[in-house]
């Protein structure tokens, strides 16, 4: 019987090969290239890109200079028309707290397909006004969507995406700021 020992060692032209790839590696990494980029630059005056030769700038470029000094509709930069408090609770799509259709609004939205939390019930305000609740969420939009029992004059709704969230809202007394 032969013993035969495998070799797993590697031959010295491995070591070799090895030795200066993991040289190049380490080289590389101690003392980096600097490469020259070419930034464009972009005259104002005639809109053009500069890369020594003029061309037009493209369309997406071209959209963003010439809208630069337009107002754009924030959200956060809403005026406050007026400001009420009122007593708010939260209900969630269920038929025990709606009618048959839970998911569809007084003015015919789905706020199961649409599944954000930004509808409000109020019986006082038109469909479509925009309210906030600060105290509630801070800047947030609320839109008016749905409607409550005519018996609740001076009330808002919030809706929920669930019973539990609705729950745990409960009742309380908040200020409804109404923006344009």
């Known amino acids: 019987m032969k013993f035969v020992k495998e070799d797993n060692s590697m031959s010295i032209r491995e070591k070799v090969i090895f030795t200066l790839i993991l040289a190049v590696f380490v080289m590389g990494m101690a003392n980096p290239t600097l490469t020259k980029a070419d930034a464009p630059i972009i005259s104002r005056s005639n809109m053009e890109l500069a890369f020594g030769n003029p061309e037009k700038l493209d ?22 028309v007026r400001t009420v408090t009122v007593i708010a609770t939260a209900y969630s799509s269920t038929v025990d707290q709606c009618d ?18 930004d509808t409000i019930a109020a019986n006082f ?10 105290e509630v969420s ?31 809202f409960g009742k309380r007394l908040v200020k409804i700021e109404i923006v344009e």
């Open 59 to 80: 369309l997406l470029s071209q959209r963003f200079i010439d809208n630069k000094d337009k107002k754009v509709n924030d959200p956060f930069d809403q005026n406050v």
């Open 100 to 117: 048959d259709t839970p998911c569809i609004t007084a003015n015919g939205f789905n706020v199961c397909e649409h599944g954000i939390e």
């Open 125 to 134: 305000l038109r469909f479509g006004t925009r309210v906030k609740l600060p």
């Open 138 to 168: 801070g800047d947030k939009i609320y839109i008016v969507r749905d409607r409550m029992n005519p018996k609740y004059d001076h009330r808002i709704d919030l809706w929920m995406t669930s019973r539990n969230k609705a729950i745990t």
